[in-house]
């Protein structure tokens, strides 16, 4: 439920919306001006220009992604990666250190390990399972705490309880990618995270036709985060801002329908004979099972697997799927599949990703909402023919 008392469903479909409606419109209409007259001695920030984030179409989109995820306040940008570097930008400054987890999304790791130091920004990689390590880690300059819910490709689910207490202790700002999970599956405010974050390119879309991200928090935090992103110029276009808004509306809707493809789809890969392994939260024998069926609402559409015939028979597999496109991204309505160590882990060295699991064979699938026997199905006559 969000401030209103409406329970997920409604606060996809209603969140944000004035009432009265502008002219009655059902659908919030977009604002398409650059700019809107102000009051003599507006501040800087409060004029309302799109850069600033501060357009009606802007604000009420502010409203809907703040409600779906209960937080106090959100900012749209222009993608993923703004949302993560200007939060990066928003609370360090030169010599300040970061905690992130290991397995970061590839994008982000490379910010971390490329550009950050160049800004005077250090960065140490922890095991996010393992809590006992994380003191050692920790500099006088140490300021803030990065995890994801959910890792990209392994699907591991970190020890993120224990972030929160962490962080309070060593009085650290806690930073966590929520886009593998979206709002549906966990909501990471209610647990004590100062701030979430999404690629709205994903889950909160839906439809593989837009690139967008979010933060979200409370109101002086997510001010703190628009004022860095209005100096940097990572605003969000009002078309795509309107596509977003629209896709949200389906968002429970469709991550249930996922979460429960993914799962038919493990418990089916899991049992095959030609599967060597399946990484899936929700599978009983996933390491994480345990913490995760208490952190999160729902598993996610992300899985990942090996086959016992190693790469060229995973190869083999993807040419024989019907189903699925061979893409990276994900969240989207369509199944897609790819290879991590081909996309979303190629920037990365090979001694360094394979330490880290994400060997050539593995395969990850983003679930998408077809019907979850034609999944099934599907896979089930490619693993003939492999
Ligand atoms: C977990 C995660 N975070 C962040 C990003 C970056 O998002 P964008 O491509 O919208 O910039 C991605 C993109 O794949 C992602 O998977």
Known sequence: MDRTGYRMETVAV?????RPAPEGSVVFPIYQGTVYSIEPGTDYHDIRYIRLNSTPSQRYLHDRLAALEEAEAAVATSSGMAAITSTLLAFLKKGDHLLAGSCLYGG?????????????????????????????????????????????????????????????????????????????????????FDISFHSATKYLNGHSDLVAGCVLGSRERVERVRRTLNLMGGSLDPHAGFLLARGSKTLALRVRAQNANALALARFLAAHPKVKEVNYPGLETHADHAHARRLLSGFGGMLSLRLKAGTE??????????????????????????????????????????????????????????????????????????
């Open 14 to 18: 209603h969140s944000g919306e004035p």
């Open 108 to 192: 982000t790791h490379d910010f971390l390990t490329q550009h950050a130091p160049d800004l005077g920004l250090g960065c140490t990689f922890i095991d996010d399972q393992r809590p006992e390590t994380w003191k050692a880690a920790l500099r006088p300059e140490t300021k803030l705490f990065l995890v994801e819910t959910i890792t990209n490709p392994l699907m591991r689910v970190p020890r993120l309880q224990e972030v929160v207490e962490f962080a309070r202790r060593e009085r650290l700002t806690t930073v966590i990618d929520n886009t593998f999970a979206s709002p549906v599956n966990f909501r990471p405010l209610s647990i004590g």
């Open 313 to 386: 028979a995973a190869r083999r597999l993807i040419a024989a799927l019907r189903i699925p496109y061979f893409a990276p991204s994900l969240g989207g309505v369509e199944t897609l599949i790819t290879q991590p160590a081909l996309s979303s882990h190629a920037g990365m060295k090979r001694e360094e990703r394979e330490r880290l699991g994400v060997t050539d064979d593995l395969l990850r699938v983003s679930c998408g909402i077809e019907s979850p026997d034609d999944l099934v199905e599907d896979f089930g006559q490619a693993l003939e023919k492999v």
